[in-house]
C-alpha cells in the first residue's frame, strides 16, 4: 500500500489513507519507538487502521480511498491514544502479530514474535540442513511463532514446544489451536531439557531471553510491556546461552543442528568462547546475531562450554 500525501485532523478524516497518514504523523511527532514487527510510524498506523477494519494487508491500494464510519473512527483513534499515550506496541493492542507469514495470537504474556528466524524457516534452513528434519525443537517458545512455523514449513515433522513459563505455554497453546496441528505439536513446561525427558531432536531451534543488563536498563518504554523473563539474562546476556550450550549436544541426533539467536550479545559471546566457530547467519531482511552450530561441533567444544 502506498501512503496517501495529505494530513488531517483526527476530527476531519475521511478515508482510511486519511487515517493512517493522521496516526504517522503523530506517531513520528511522539516518543515511539517501533521495533515489534514494523520499523516506522506508517505502518504502525496502518496496523491499527486495518485492524479495525478487518482488512488484510495485502489488500488493494483503493482501499485507503474508503469511507470511514463514525464507529470506526472512534475505534481509530482509541488505539492511537493508547499508542502513544501507554506506548504498547501495536500487536498487543490488537492481539495478534505476523511471523513467518503466519498470524499468532499475541499478549502481554509473551513476546511480540519479531525473530530474524523467521527468514530461515521460510527458506527451509537451507542449505544448512543435510535434510529434512523430522523432530524440532522450539525451545524458550513464547508464543510458539517459531516451533509453528517450522511446522508449516516441514509438514513432515513432529515439532515440540517448550518454555518455562506457564503464562507463554497458555499463549502458545491457543496457537497452536489457531493453526489446527495439535497432532503434530506438543508443548512442555520444562527449564530448558529438563522437562523433555532426553528427547532426541534433528533441529533445537531457540530464541532464548539474551538481553544484557545494560541494554535492559536502556531499553524503550515499548519493552517493558514484554515479560522480562523473555529478555534479560544476566549481566552479559549469556546466562542462558551458556547452559544451552553445555546440554544441547545430548539432545541432538547425530546430524543435528542448534540455531540460537542472541541478538546483541553476538560480541559478548565470541569474546567468551573465542576457540569455537560460530557461524553467524546472515539475512536478506535484516537482522543480526543468529548462530549455528552441528551437533559435531557442540561435542568438540562442549569441554570449552563446561
Known amino acids: 500500500m502506498q501512503k496517501k500525501s495529505e494530513s488531517h485532523s483526527l476530527s476531519l478524516i475521511t478515508t482510511?489513507?486519511?487515517a493512517i497518514q493522521w496516526g504517522a504523523d503523530h506517531f513520528e511527532g511522539a516518543d515511539l519507538y517501533f521495533g515489534h514487527g514494523f520499523d516506522n510510524a506508517w505502518d504502525e498506523a496502518a496496523n491499527l487502521v486495518?485492524?479495525?477494519?478487518s482488512l488484510a494487508w495485502d489488500s488493494d491500494s483503493d482501499v485507503l480511498y474508503r469511507e470511514l464510519t463514525e464507529k470506526e473512527k472512534v475505534k481509530i483513534s482509541h488505539l492511537y491514544d493508547r499508542r502513544i499515550k501507554e506506548q504498547i506496541p501495536s500487536a498487543y493492542l490488537v492481539g495478534e502479530a505476523w511471523f513467518a507469514g503466519l498470524k499468532f495470537l499475541v499478549d502481554s504474556r509473551v513476546l511480540v514474535p519479531r525473530s530474524p528466524i523467521a527468514e530461515l524457516i521460510?527458506?527451509?534452513?537451507?542449505?544448512?540442513?543435510?535434510?529434512?528434519?523430522?523432530?524440532?525443537?522450539?525451545?524458550c517458545a513464547g508464543s510458539g511463532c517459531i516451533g509453528i512455523a517450522c511446522a508449516h514449513y516441514f509438514p513432515e515433522a513432529q515439532i515440540t514446544l517448550s518454555d518455562i513459563s506457564t503464562d507463554a505455554l497458555a499463549v502458545a497453546k491457543q496457537n497452536i489451536s489457531l493453526h489446527q496441528i495439535s497432532n503434530r505439536v506438543e508443548s512442555f513446561e520444562s527449564d530448558l531439557f529438563a522437562g523433555l525427558g532426553g528427547k532426541i531432536y534433528d533441529l533445537i531451534v531457540s530464541n532464548p531471553?539474551?538481553?544484557?543488563?545494560?541494554d535492559l536498563a536502556s531499553m524503550p518504554k515499548e519493552y517493558h510491556h514484554e515479560p522480562e523473563i523473555g529478555l534479560a539474562s544476566g549481566i552479559d546476556g549469556l546466562d542462558f546461552t551458556r547452559r544451552l550450550l553445555t546440554e544441547a549436544v545430548q539432545h541432538l541426533s547425530e546430524t543435528g543442528?542448534?540455531?540460537?539467536e542472541v541478538g546483541?550479545?553476538?560480541?559478548?559471546?565470541?569474546?567468551?568462547?573465542?576457540?569455537?566457530?560460530?557461524?553467524?547467519?546472515?539475512?536478506?531482511?535484516?537482522?543480526?546475531?543468529?548462530?549455528?552450530l552441528t551437533a559435531d561441533q557442540l561435542s568438540e567444544y562442549r569441554q570449552e562450554f563446561l
Open 50 to 53: 486495518l485492524y479495525v477494519l
Open 16 to 18: 482510511v489513507g486519511d
Open 257 to 260: 543442528v542448534l540455531i540460537v
Open 264 to 292: 546483541n550479545s553476538c560480541s559478548a559471546l565470541d569474546d567468551t568462547f573465542p576457540n569455537v566457530p560460530f557461524l553467524w547467519l546472515e539475512f536478506e531482511r535484516g537482522g543480526h546475531g543468529v548462530f549455528m
Open 209 to 214: 531471553p539474551y538481553v544484557d543488563a545494560e
Open 122 to 139: 521460510e527458506n527451509q534452513f537451507t542449505p544448512w540442513l543435510p535434510q529434512a528434519p523430522k523432530t524440532i525443537l522450539d525451545l
